[in-house]
């Protein structure tokens, strides 16, 4: 995403219907899955300007990876101090806290040139037990 797309972005998170229902849909599931827990381990890939990780404080400890600086800068001045650049496919699983209750992927997964690595990567982070939550877009064909 170029700083453009970053901004509006930044802009529309807590405004567009798009991320508004995406927010009450992450938080319906987390809710029903978890039981309103309070303490998960929660990862966010592609957090992007942190919209979604407002929302999900709300159930523990969030981290955020993002590719972007500038969205990772955004993140970073809205208070997420556990936020990075970090893409997914380079990430080295070894040096890596694991152990999440849930990661989540939000209109990420189609943009990952290797997902099934990406997947496997993820399933090295979750605890057992744990939940990925992926959503991609619709494409009619």
């Known amino acids: 995403m170029n700083s453009l797309e970053i901004h509006k972005l930044a802009d529309m998170e807590d405004r567009y219907w798009w991320h508004i229902g ?8 987390i809710k029903h899955h978890f039981k ?6 929660v990862l966010e890939l592609g957090c992007g300007t942190g919209g979604m990780l407002e929302t999900l404080t709300k159930f523990g400890k969030v981290t955020g990876f ?30 890596e806290q694991t152990g999440y209750d849930s990661i989540l992927a939000l209109d990420v997964l189609e943009h990952i040139q290797d997902d099934v690595l990406a997947m496997r990567k993820v399933r090295a982070l979750l605890a057992d037990g744990g939940l990925f939550f992926v959503n991609v877009p619709a494409q009619s064909g």
């Open 22 to 29: 995406k927010k009450h849909l992450i938080t319906s599931l």
């Open 36 to 41: 309103n827990r309070t303490d998960l381990k």
């Open 66 to 95: 993002d590719i972007s600086p500038a969205a990772v800068g955004y993140c970073q001045a809205k208070g997420f101090d556990t936020v990075r650049v970090q893409d997914i496919s380079t990430l080295d699983i070894a040096g």
